[in-house]
């Protein structure tokens, strides 16, 4: 194939799931400057690939439009708050972008002038969001060829510990931020089911799960954010069922319900963190002075003291003097805790990527299908894990397309038509990153 003159990208970010799609556009041959504030990071990962650049940089503090209009086009992995500001130059320098983050109403609201400058803006290109739109149109369509309708959708994706390297009692270990983990455990959640609206309030998500048994292994699910925005983006007007969840392994939700009920999540700021032991905040946040934490815990609680989950919290060493690391809030101490306690995946430690979508089709002659399509994807030992690579993977295959103009078009886009989706994931298949579907 020819390639066009687009070939250069500056992708902002150097994080931990970024070099698998760095990597692929260095070796498609396009020239790649990774812009990272700790440039030893970019450095890392462009390891002196003749088609890459490691430059310093922050966002915070130092300007965009020199990196912007040397490209043509950005990659932003950085966190969602920071996409408009990128977008916003990239429409200002007529360049196109991409990110693997959901669209946020801010860079919605960019929509038109991207039409305007005539850049394609891709958002929710990774795995989740990403491939499980993909995933899923691709079944919802095949359905619709045929005549039937979609009566239930139920998508439900875990990044875990693959259970050879689940060794801890929380069955979790970071493979991103903690903070952003224990954050998205304080968003309220909607789901439809059976033609009634579930609204869960923040602070409630983890009293609503459920167990799950996805290839052999004992997951437990619970609702992510708000599902009723997908009966429209997913073309499936009249569904009864449409759930968006998240999995983990069994206890995950009972303990992150009783943290959340001891304001442990509370992300509201509290002088002194550091000079407390974890036994001292709890006693201040129980209006607690004797010594008998667990107890009084398990009282407030409402659950034995020998209960798993006050095993959980007993190991964690919230009971315990040992000092409080990490300032600021609640929750950032308990980022900080979680991240010390439950820690990353050590090299030789593989990762497990978990997503199952299950359907329900109707057709006009009564025929009903319940239809599945399941993702089990592991980390590499020694290697990349599988959250780098099904995140970073797919938008940087959407990138090349974009650049060899097989995406075309203008404005804020997601990958949810079949020009986009089909050959994404035909070229993750050739990876090994692939979705088996079933027809019972």
């Known amino acids: 194939m020819v390639r066009f003159t687009m070939k250069k990208v500056v992708v902002f970010g150097a994080g931990l799931v970024s070099k698998p799609g760095i990597r692929y556009l260095l070796d498609k041959g396009f020239e790649v400057t990774v812009a990272s504030r700790t440039v030893s990071k970019a450095e890392a990962i462009v390891d002196n690939h003749p088609n890459g650049k490691a430059v310093a940089y922050d966002i915070t503090k130092d300007p965009l439009d020199d990196l912007i209009k040397e490209t043509d086009l950005a990659i932003s992995l950085l966190p969602y708050a920071f996409h408009p500001d990128v977008a916003k130059a990239c429409i200002k320098y007529k360049k196109h972008m991409a990110t693997t983050s959901y669209v946020s109403d801010a860079m919605k609201a960019l929509d038109e002038d991207a039409k305007k400058a005539g850049i394609l803006i891709m958002n929710e290109c990774g795995v989740d969001p990403g491939t499980d739109h993909m995933s899923a149109m691709k079944i919802i369509h095949d359905v619709q060829k045929k005549g039937g309708k979609i009566t239930s959708f139920k998508s439900t994706t875990g990044g875990l510990p693959a259970p050879d390297s689940n060794d801890n009692p929380m069955g979790y270990k970071f493979s991103w931020s903690p903070k952003g983990v224990i954050l998205a455990g304080t968003n309220a959640a909607q789901y439809l089911e059976d033609g009634k609206i579930v609204d869960i309030k923040s602070g409630d998500l983890f009293n609503h799960y459920w167990p799950y048994n996805v290839e052999g292994m004992g997951l437990e699910a619970y609702p992510n954010r708000d599902s009723m925005q997908y009966v429209e983006l997913y073309g499936l007007e009249g569904i009864k069922t449409m759930f968006r969840g998240t999995f983990r392994y069994p206890g995950w939700c009972e303990t992150l319900q009783a943290l959340f009920d001891l304001d442990l999540m509370s992300k509201d700021a509290k002088e002194g963190l550091e000079d407390l032991t974890w036994k001292q905040l709890m006693q201040v946040i129980l209006n607690y002075k004797g010594d008998d934490i667990k107890k009084e815990i398990a009282q407030k609680l409402g659950k034995s003291d020998d209960a798993e989950c006050l095993k959980r919290l007993e190991w964690m060493g919230l009971f315990s003097d040992q000092k409080i690391a990490q300032g600021g809030s609640h ?43 399941t993702l089990l994807d592991y980390g590499i030992p020694n290697g990349d894990s599988s959250m780098a690579r099904t995140v970073s993977l797919p938008v940087a295959i959407a990138v090349r397309m974009m650049l060899e103009g097989e995406i075309k078009g203008s404005g804020i886009i997601i990958p949810t038509d079949p020009e986009v989706y089909n050959p994404i994931l035909d070229e993750l298949e050739t990876m090994d990153i692939i979705f088996k579907e079933k027809i019972l």
């Open 331 to 373: 929750l950032d101490a308990l980022a900080d805790l979680f991240l010390t306690k439950l820690g990353t995946f050590k090299p030789e430690e593989r990762d497990m990527i978990v997503m199952l979508h299950e359907f329900t089709a109707e057709y006009p002659d009564g025929k009903e299908e319940k239809i599945t399509s």
